[in-house]
């Protein structure tokens, strides 16, 4: 599969890129087979959203949920979460919207911190495997991060290790590079510090990333109150402050705490999407970055950000970043969406156009109204139409979006299947 006619690539100047049998980039000159016209278009890779939560896809701007404190918002998802029933029926569902959304906005890979598992669900392995089955129809990259959220600490880490050995049998990430698997406790909030110790376990044993959620304003306060503590110092008295580990949100942290990241060789995922209209604060991202933390950007779930819109959370990022350090440039935050996501899944063949990288690309028409009059391409994709779709995305050498349309599945009928589950369970 070629691509060809793109005004600009980024990173580079105007080029072809051109994709292996293996869906790997092979080069940067058209070589023959399939060819995309990508005239009047930025190609940047796949982008890569490091934090969502899919299953809140189905639990969208409900009531009470917007603008709250995070100790409000949590029993009212729970409660939400409850009235539907979560089975692999609406593990799927979910996915497969949320998947669906995301390759139309130009993300090809997703990492799904999943948190809620009734009893009724076992082992997790057919919600696991319900999510990486959308994935697959879809054409996706999936990460699965078995979560735990006030979980039995020992089921967890028991479920963590059954849905690795099933999804990724052997080590945490699938030869072709479309489904791992990682384990992430929700937070100190939620989880004990035998919850983390037992799910470390798993993951040095299994080969697995890991993956939490710090200080956000209910971790630094529950923190405090049960262990009168910070988050990150129980983080790292716990272990879970190391090079596999990537922390989510990171609101609340001290120019100390910022150091203390770094040298511990941690890994950082923003998601001001869900964030900022929450009112739950904002990661000092140029701080981190300019401290050698990588960082990578996501969307989290549709319960605190409605949209799975990684570029216009990447815009927002971009916009909010001088109130809390120093001005961002466009290209600098389209590399969180990138290279910086896809290195703290711990996956440099993610997030870059070069040769030997997973071909996943994204062509972005940028001949439109909406561009005239930018003198930046590569800026003008943040800067300018924030609601964006992308023309073509490719994901692994194959097509799944074409001329601004989903290939592998009908949109409409992702979105039918799960409006009326929901309508059926409501």
């Known amino acids: 599969m070629d691509v060809t006619g793109a005004v600009a690539v980024l990173g580079s ?143 967890a880490a028991a479920s963590a290790d059954a849905v690795a050995a099933a999804l990724v049998p052997h080590g945490g990430v699938t030869a072709d590079g479309t489904l791992q698997v990682a384990v992430g406790p929700a937070g100190v909030h939620s989880d004990g510090p035998d919850t983390f110790r037992l799910m470390a376990e798993v993951a040095a044993a299994r080969g697995l990333r890991r993956r939490t959620q710090a200080n956000e304003q209910v971790d630094v306060d529950i923190a405090a109150q049960r262990y009168g503590r910070r988050p990150l110092e129980l983080l790292d008295e716990w272990g879970w402050l190391a090079p596999d580990v990537t922390l989510a949100h990171l609101c609340g942290v001290t120019d100390a705490e910022v150091a203390r990241l770094a040298a511990a060789g941690v890994s950082a995922t923003h998601a001001p999407g869900c964030d900022l209209p929450m009112g739950w604060g904002i990661a000092p991202v140029a701080a981190l970055a300019d401290a050698g933390v990588p960082v990578g ?95 073509h995305v490719v994901v692994g050498g194959r097509v799944v979006v074409r001329d601004g349309r989903l290939v592998t599945r009908d949109e409409a009928d992702v979105a039918a299947d799960l409006r009326r589950l929901l309508a059926a369970r409501r």
């Not at 790997?24 to 490091?50: H, K, M, Q, W």
Request: glycine fraction near 14%; charged fraction near 15%; aromatic fraction near 4%.
């Open 13 to 155: 100047t105007s080029r072809e890129v051109s994709c292996d049998d293996d869906g790997l980039v092979a080069g940067f000159a058209a070589v023959g087979g399939e060819v995309l016209d990508a005239t009047g278009c930025v190609v940047t890779p796949g982008l890569v959203n490091a934090h969502h939560h899919l299953l809140q896809t189905a639990f969208r701007t409900l009531p009470g949920t917007r603008g709250v404190p995070m100790a409000q918002w949590l029993p009212t998802m729970a409660a939400a979460y409850g009235a539907v029933g979560v089975d692999p029926e609406l593990a799927h569902a979910a996915a497969s919207a949320g998947l669906a959304e995301a390759l139309l906005c130009g993300v090809t890979t997703v990492a799904d911190h999943h948190l809620t598992w009734p009893a009724s669900t076992g082992d997790g392995v057919a919600i696991a495997s319900a999510v990486a089955t959308a994935a697959r129809e879809l054409g996706a990259r999936l990460v699965f991060v078995r979560g735990s959220a006030r979980d039995d600490a020992a089921g």
């Open 297 to 391: 950007l996501g969307t989290s779930g549709g319960g605190s950000n409605d949209a799975g819109h990684l570029l216009a959370d990447a815009r927002l990022a971009m916009q909010v970043a001088p109130l809390v350090g120093r001005v961002l440039s466009a290209e600098e935050v389209l590399g969180f969406a990138t290279r910086g996501s896809a290195d703290g899944l711990g996956r440099p063949d993610l997030g870059r156009l070069e040769v030997g990288a997973r071909a996943d690309l994204v062509c972005w028409d940028v001949s439109g109204v909406a561009d005239a009059g930018v003198a930046d391409p590569v800026a003008g994709l943040l800067w300018a139409s924030p609601g964006r779709r992308p023309k």
